[in-house]
């Protein structure tokens, strides 16, 4: 297959979810640049020297660069200081550990941060508690700041755009990863997201959206994604980062491979 990308291609160590870290290295088609390495307890934290050396063997044997996906079980922006503080350690380690591979990214949550209107609450109480959680946030980031380099931290969009955090994070120079299919699972559009943040944006997390289950295979129209708009913007920005295809079955991966070389065939000779 030939693929005429400008960006990196990636998989995650979780295309294979019951396999290791490593069996999931070893598997990743010649067609892919990175792997995202997902770090997590109890499978991967913390992370041994020998599974250092054994990853930066089979990054050489494969030609590979690895990305950092930090843990996902933390809660930056937890009212809960006892976990908010624990939540910091566990990605400082994480990060110190994981520097060792020379990673591309890191890339990190900080929500939970839910929007008003989903609950049984008053309007006025449900605010108070978003915009609390953006300043627990913003305060765990800033002591972050201190024990890692956030020109190398892409902060994903979950729940949320995050755009209210976007300014913050530009002041004190965190990077994104903009995350399609969550946006299209909350009806947001992709290719603007992208466009108004591509100056912030060094990572991207690209998975199908299909009669509203996430990180399923890449159709050309899936749900509010327009593949082709999105490569269109990519190629105006002159994007270079790591684009990495979360599926987390093999028959999927395959699936959006196939259509994002036909797309970006038809993007490339437009």
């Known amino acids: 297959m030939i693929k005429n990308f400008p960006f990196k291609l990636g998989s995650t160590s979780l295309t294979y979810p019951n396999l290791n870290l490593l069996e999931n290295v070893k598997r990743t088609p010649d067609e892919f640049d990175v792997v995202e390495l997902t770090l997590e307890y109890p499978r991967n934290l913390p992370l041994k020297d020998r599974t250092i050396g ?7 044997e494969k030609g590979l660069e690895y990305s950092i996906h930090l843990p996902l079980s933390i809660q930056l922006a937890t009212a809960n200081p006892h976990l908010r503080e624990a939540s910091v350690k566990v990605v400082a380690e994480a990060y110190r550990q994981a520097e060792a591979l020379d990673p591309l990214v890191y890339t990190l949550h900080v929500t939970p941060i839910y929007y008003p209107g989903g609950s049984p609450l008053t309007h006025l109480f449900e ?17 972050l700041e201190e024990r890692l380099d956030p020109g190398k931290i892409a ?52 998975h199908g959206v299909i009669e509203g289950s996430d990180h399923q295979q890449l159709e050309m129209e899936s749900g509010n994604l327009n593949l082709l708009g999105l490569f269109e913007a990519l190629k105006k920005k002159e994007y270079e980062g790591p684009i990495i295809l979360e599926q987390f079955q093999p028959a999927h991966l395959q699936e959006s491979l196939d259509t994002m070389v036909s797309t970006w065939e038809e993007v490339r000779v437009s």
């Open 155 to 206: 902060v994903e969009n979950l729940f949320t755009d995050l755009h209210r955090l976007q300014g913050f994070l530009d002041d004190v120079g965190y990077g994104r990863c903009i995350d399609v299919g969550h946006l299209v699972k909350h009806d947001e559009d992709p290719v603007l997201h992208y466009y108004e943040n591509s100056d912030s944006i060094i990572n991207l997390h690209l």
């Open 54 to 60: 054994k990853l930066e063997e089979l990054r050489e």
């Open 127 to 143: 605010i108070e508690q978003y915009m609390n959680q953006l300043e627990r946030a913003k305060k765990s980031l800033r002591e």
